[in-house]
């Protein structure tokens, strides 16, 4: 019977070294899988920084564009009310008369003639 108990003895001791050797396996298995996850995460992380870098100069370069534009479009809209308000003094003041070179196209004796050939 001792050398039977011994020999099972044996075999729990094996069994447990192989679950032990297993297990240590798993773990460095797990490590490695851990660590390629964590540096995956890490790149993805710079690349996002990347990305909201990118994103904060557009939009900083779009605010400014779009300001550019509001300036452009006040001065321009200010420009063609300027313009409107000359031409309506123009038409309404009735002691301007028109310019001579206006004045001597709009003369009907200074108008050639169409012949009726």
């Known amino acids: 019977m ?8 044996t075999d729990v001791k094996s069994a447990l070294d192989n ?5 240590g396996e798993s773990l460095n298995e797990a490590l490695i899988a851990g660590e390629s996850a964590i540096t995956d995460i890490e790149n993805m992380m710079s690349e996002l ?5 990118y994103l904060q100069a557009e939009a900083e370069r779009v ?3 779009n300001a550019r534009y ?3 479009a006040k001065t321009a809209s200010a420009s063609a009310r300027r313009i409107s308000e000359s031409m309506g003094k123009w038409r309404d ?4 008369s028109a310019p ?11 108008q050639p003639e169409m012949s009726d050939e």
Not at 2 to 9: G, I, L, P, V
Not at 49 to 53: G, K, L, N, P, T
């Open 49 to 53: 920084r990347v990305a909201r870098e």
């Open 2 to 9: 001792t050398n039977r108990t011994n020999k099972q003895a």
């Open 63 to 65: 605010m400014h564009a």
């Open 93 to 96: 003041d009735s002691s301007l």
């Open 70 to 72: 509001t300036h452009l």
């Open 100 to 110: 001579p070179s206006l004045a001597a196209l709009q003369a009907p004796e200074t």
């Open 19 to 23: 679950d032990a050797d297993k297990s």
